[in-house]
């Protein structure tokens, strides 16, 4: 029978841009940068940066015009942060040595910091810390630079260059903050100089923040000339400093609207304005890694929130395409410094910003390396199945060249996407190097059921594909490449259902785990139920070949290791063959071993899975180790517990040894085990609903559930009290060499899910 499924709706998907509904609060006092300006110009180096007019751009967008206050380079430095930075730090040393600010000389204030040891310090996601290592080589004395661990390894070796210690640590920008403030407290010769400001701290954040007046007082000069003048500014964001400058400048001396732009996955300005207060959250990697920060700082979150006219965010791919336009248009721009001609698109094309208006963007940094990010804008399950297939995500337990790249790019993937989409988020890392993520649709109604959409990111090796594993390619209906079965298609049909939810609303809530590692030991599904994720019931779309199970088996792996006696193959009289003895134990244990039969999960079996022995071919094996497996049908307790394997082992083991003196062993050891997933019971709400939805979408009659080959995180998410079921795509080629699946049948997963929901929860 020909696959049947509707065609969804195609939904509104990403996160919005926030529009102020309130009128802006009144204009700002015009700030007197006359001493800042001076300052700088005193320092080697100076010259006002650039204002661009691209006109071609501007013609491209509809707009009358498009201005760059390019600050790619300032003192020599590739970004906006040394105007900040070398005010910030000279304040910092005046206050620290207690020196009179009005008569203080760069040559004084770097003469006494020298001889009184000082070291400054600060955290950075990049340019910020390198100015100040600038400026501290400047002073003549020493700098400490802490950085996230994520931090491109391209800025470590410029920051280290400008002479400073750079010190990576374990965590995010907002750990990096506290441990370089921990590390100031720590000693009186050293000076935090940090351009975010949080309780107690906050007077080197207000200089900093003054020492960005001179690009705006340069700005304000070469608008002068100007035959149009612009009406819209638009800030990246990060810790919200640059854009309280801009803020200071744009209602103060100009009336433009204020537009900030953010990472689609560090938005924490947005969230703020959405929740109306100031609001941290927690960041992912993104290649605007000056702005990939969780928290706002505390004295410019009052100008963001009175001031702020739109809050948008962009994702890294369209960042990406943006430097591109600023390079192909002669702007020399990095990922932070594009993000707003990426914002401006975004806005044009919503309406947001008027068809022949003036804006002026500001390239906060110049071009530096990346790494290319994918577009995250695609909705359909079938382009989200291809990009899933063309990520590289076999498993490290299990790949033997010691090439494979685990979870972290495809992890990364789905969370830029679901970020995009503004769904929460959340990442899982138990083991460094192989993440999972949560993604969660909060339901309207806290009393109702909740669902988890279960489904394993990883692969087995790609060395066991044929050509071309990463291909992706669509061909007659069927996707093709390592993983797009197992369980790369049910992945996306999870995602998409969640995008589903999360435009159209759910009852309750309705919760995706991409987990990693269930090809070996599923350390995904146990660090997400230990980080307390939890579901009245679960789907898990791997391939079924769109039948539905409520069962399958559990295994038990069990080592055994034969004993032998090493001995040159001519010594006949000595030696003991080790791999002969465990030939007569597979012959006892297969004779031996009773299999229960079970009327659903079918027949228990056993095999041998590896076996190792022997050193080279003129020797007796001093030692053999093997490994056996044995899928179960029943739980602990029985027969086919662990320990009740373990003891029938052992009990034929004694038998050899006690027929044949020559024959020793090592206590045989259970390896791993996992439980089988029972029968569930026909009543329960899950596969009554589930069974309904099947039937409804195919346009058939309701099927009884049958128990799976194969084992699934099913069984752990049963364990922990979520009942679950089994549901996937059509196909071929499981851990094979041509591996595909059934276009059709990924929209039908996907529509089952959507209606399973529905139903479970009452939409």
Known sequence: MPLRFKSPEKPSSRRTTWVRQTSPSPSIAVADSTIQHIFHKALIGYEPTSLLSLDDLAAELGLGGIYVKDESSRFGLPSFKASGASWGCFRALISHLDLEFESATLEQVASIARDRKCRLLAATDGNHGRAIAWMARSFGIESSIYVPHDLHPNFLRLIAAEGAEVVVVQGDYDFAVSTAASAAAASKNNILVQDTAFEGYEDIPTWIIDGYATIFAEMEEQLQGLNVQPTTIITPVGVGSLAQAVIRYARG??????????????????????????????????????????????????????????STTVSDFETHVAVQDMHRHGVNAGPCGASGLAALKRLVAEGHVAKGSSVILINTEAKRAYDIPLDVSADDVVTVTQQLVQIDSSSPSLDTTGSALGEVNIAAFITQWLHHRGIETHVIESVPGRPSVVGVVRGSDPKAKSLMLNGHIDTVSLSTYGSDPLSGSLVD???????????????????????????????GDVIFTAVADEEDKSIGTTAVLAAGWKA???????????????????????????????????????????????????????????????????????????????????????????????????????????DAIVKDITSILDKLAAADKKFKYELPKVLFERKPLLPMSETDPLLVTTRKAIADVQGEKEKQPTAAKF?????????????????????????????????????????????????????
């Open 536 to 642: 009245d019931a679960a789907l898990i779309p791997e391939p079924t070949s769109l039948q539905l199970h409520h069962a399958h088996k559990g295994f038990v792996w069990v080592g055994v290791t034969i004993l032998g006696v090493a001995a040159h193959g001519s010594d006949a009289q000595t030696g003991v063959d080790a791999i002969m003895s465990a030939a007569n134990f597979l012959r006892a244990v297969t004779c031996a071993v009773t299999l229960p039969n079970d009327d659903v999960l079918g027949q228990a079996t056993m095999h041998c899975g590896t076996i190792r022995g022997g050193e080279e071919n003129s020797s007796y094996a001093g030692s053999c180790t093997l490994t056996l497996e044995f899928r179960t049908v029943n739980d602990s307790g029985s027969s086919q517990s662990s």
């Open 253 to 310: 001396r100009r009336n433009f609207q204020t537009v900030a732009v953010e990472p689609d996955t560090a938005a924490c300005l947005h969230a703020s304005l959405v929740a109306g207060e100031a609001t941290s959250i927690v960041t992912s990697n993104t290649v605007n890694a000056g702005c990939n920060c969780g928290t706002l700082s505390s004295i410019s979150w009052p100008y963001l929130r009175d001031y702020i006219d739109l």
């Open 477 to 507: 209906g069927r996707i093709y490449g390592r993983g797009v079965l197992d369980m790369k298609a049910g992945v996306a049909a999870a995602m998409t259902t969640l995008l589903y939810f999360s435009t159209h609303g759910s009852k």
């Open 711 to 763: 084992w699934t995180d099913a069984a752990l998410l049963s364990e922990a009290g979520i009942p679950s079921l089994v549901f996937g795509p059509v196909g071929e080629g499981l851990h094979g060499k041509n591996e595909w699946v059934d276009v059709e049948s990924i929209k039908i997963v996907e529509q089952v899910m959507r209606k399973t929901i529905e139903g479970f929860q009452g939409n």
